[in-house]
Structure formats: structure tokens, C-alpha cells
Nanobody, 115 residues
Framework: QVQLVESGGGLVQPGESLRLSCAVS????????MGWYRRAPGKEREVVAR???????NYADSVQGRFLISRDTTRNTVSLQMNNLKPEDTAVYYC?????????WGQGTQVTVSS
């Protein structure tokens, strides 16, 4: 089993920044990819950013150039640096981990961008 706990969400104004963190515990070997998803009210869940065990990354077009995903394997954490936040970034953000055929999810953390 893999356990994921997100932190760092909150309320910010447009243009500000937030950093989300995800603490990974349990059986962490063979996790080949980690990522961040979000679900906004009334919208489908969407992938925000993902990072592979080799360090490869990909981003949603809507966050490209504003968000940065990183992974610290020594501390078993994955972070999402979010800059120049916009109201449309408001959502619950979830950390995910892929290990073999299983996909693990955290409980989510709320990010609200509003003036």
C-alpha cells in the first residue's frame, strides 16, 4: 500500500503563489510516476502535472509555464509550485502515485484563488 498526504492548500489572490506538498509513505518502491490532478466544481477531473521516476515531466496546457512539479526521492515528497495563480485554478488538488497496475490517491487539498 501507498499512502499520500497533501498539504499546502489555501486561499490566495490572483497572481499569488502556493506550493503544494505530498508526503509519500508505505511501499514506495517501484512507484514509476507521480502526479497532481484537480477537480473544480462542476468540472471533470483533470491532470495538472506528472513526473516519472526518471524525472520526465508533463503539464496541462493551462498551467504550462506557471506550475512546476518536483520530486525529492530522499524525503519521499512530491511538490507542485504554483505561480501566477488564476481564479480558474480554484479546485481540490490531489496527489497520485502509480505503482505497477495500481493508482493511489491522496485525500486532496483545497486551493481557492479569489480577490
Amino acid at each position: 500500500q501507498v499512502q499520500l498526504v497533501e498539504s499546502g492548500g489555501g486561499l490566495v489572490q490572483p497572481g499569488e503563489s502556493l506550493r503544494l506538498s505530498c508526503a509519500v509513505s508505505g511501499v514506495t518502491s517501484d512507484i514509476y510516476r507521480m502526479g497532481w490532478y484537480r477537480r473544480a466544481p462542476g468540472k471533470e477531473r483533470e491532470v495538472v502535472a506528472r513526473i516519472t521516476s526518471g524525472g520526465g515531466t508533463n503539464y496541462a496546457d493551462s498551467v504550462q509555464g506557471r506550475f512546476l512539479i518536483s520530486r525529492d526521492t530522499t524525503r519521499n515528497t512530491v511538490s507542485l509550485q504554483m505561480n501566477n495563480l488564476k481564479p480558474e485554478d480554484t479546485a481540490v488538488y490531489y496527489c497520485t502515485a502509480d505503482r505497477f497496475t495500481w493508482e493511489y490517491w491522496g485525500q486532496g487539498t483545497q486551493v481557492t484563488v479569489s480577490s
